[in-house]
């Protein structure tokens, strides 16, 4: 009787069972364990970019820590960025701590540190810029673009958890919206400003749709794609004369300036941004330089900007 594929590749002699040869049935591993495909496509990506500085094609019995540090010298003398190399050596110990739990090998790799970097924001100029509320005339694709933007400043959400809001997930009379679909995979329920509420009632009655139907969509109604929303907000932005584009951006403004002009503290931004544990919290904390105490109307990056002078017109 045939054996099943990973116990044969047990069976197999280990000294000619070549690094690469593993690769296949630890992404098949990843995707049982229920990790994101998002995230499986990052570690494929990884993966492949370290047999370009690895030999991948030598048993995987005979890689030793020497042959790591080798390779990670290696991608220095060609210029990889320091935080490159930390995302592909992240990737490579996560897949060689598989290895080892699969009793393939025993090998342990140190960890290569992440640089801290100043994280590219958002000026005030530029959100002033994209706050400013469009004309009552204006095409459904542009105010829906402007309602996004709000969003993103008020919970600091990634692309993906935008684009997975339902109709349903909104609770307008207790100022909550539920993310059901987070990169950890837990369900968030967070608050909603008082600013955003009041607009997100005038566009879900021009959005409408059933409860199941995806809040932020198309025009034709359908889900965005990762692509689609990332054109609209960057034709949005720079109608609007902002060149900076990106989404994730609005997730570093939202923290840096719920620390610093808001005077948010670090635990309540750890469940905000979703973070599994305070270490990456931290680290916003750290590159912002943040003096941590303060309580959500107070707080809300987007109740700051638009000041009780400047409220948008309800």
């Not at 967070?190 to 955003?196: F, G, M, V, W």
């Given at each position: 009787m045939r054996r099943p594929a990973n116990q044969r590749i047990k069976m197999q002699n280990k000294s000619d069972t070549a690094i690469v040869n593993f690769f296949p049935q630890y992404l098949t591993s990843c995707s049982a364990r229920g990790f994101s495909q998002s995230t499986i496509n990052t570690y494929k990506t990884h993966l492949n970019c370290m047999a370009n500085y690895l030999d991948t094609s030598m048993p995987l019995s005979?890689?030793?820590?020497?042959?790591?540090?080798?390779?990670?010298d290696f991608m220095r003398e060609k210029g990889l960025a320091h935080n490159?190399?930390?995302?592909?050596m992240r990737s490579f110990r996560a897949f060689i701590s598989w290895c080892n739990e699969e009793n393939y090998c025993n090998l342990t790799i140190p960890s290569f540190a992440q640089q801290e970097t100043t994280k590219d924001?958002?000026?005030?100029?530029?959100?002033?810029?994209?706050?400013?509320?469009?004309?009552?005339?204006?095409?459904?694709?542009?105010?829906?673009?402007?309602?996004?933007?709000?969003?993103?400043?008020?919970?600091?959400?990634?692309?993906?958890?935008?684009?997975n809001i339902k109709n349903k997930d909104i609770d307008l009379?207790?100022?909550?919206v539920?993310?059901?679909?987070?990169?950890?995979?837990?369900?968030?329920?967070?608050?909603?400003?008082?600013?955003?509420?009041?607009?997100?009632?005038?566009?879900?009655?021009?959005?409408?749709?059933?409860?199941?139907?995806y809040l932020f969509c198309t025009e034709t109604g359908e889900q965005f794609s990762k692509d689609g929303l990332s054109t609209a907000i960057e034709r949005y932005n720079k109608s609007r004369g902002v060149n900076k584009t990106s989404i994730?951006?609005?997730?570093?403004?939202?923290?840096?300036?719920?620390?610093?002009?808001?005077?948010?503290?670090?635990?309540?931004?750890?469940?905000?941004?979703?973070?599994s544990t305070l270490e990456m919290t931290k680290h916003y904390c750290n590159i912002f330089d943040a003096d941590i105490a303060k309580g959500y109307d107070s707080v809300s990056p987007?109740?700051?900007?638009?000041?009780?002078?400047?409220k948008i017109k309800k």
């Open positions: 005979s890689l030793s820590k020497s042959d790591v540090e080798t390779a990670i490159s190399i930390a995302s592909y924001t958002y000026s005030d100029e530029e959100l002033k810029a994209l706050l400013k509320k469009p004309d009552s005339n204006c095409s459904f694709p542009e105010f829906r673009n402007w309602i996004i933007i709000l969003f993103l400043l008020n919970c600091g959400c990634r692309s993906a958890t935008i684009r009379e207790s100022k909550q539920i993310f059901r679909h987070t990169k950890n995979k837990k369900i968030q329920v967070l608050p909603l400003s008082s600013t955003l509420v009041t607009n997100l009632k005038k566009y879900i009655g021009i959005r409408q749709g059933e409860p199941d139907d994730h951006m609005f997730r570093h403004t939202f923290a840096k300036k719920y620390l610093i002009d808001c005077g948010g503290n670090a635990l309540t931004l750890q469940k905000l941004l979703g973070h987007l109740e700051r900007m638009v000041s009780k002078a400047e």
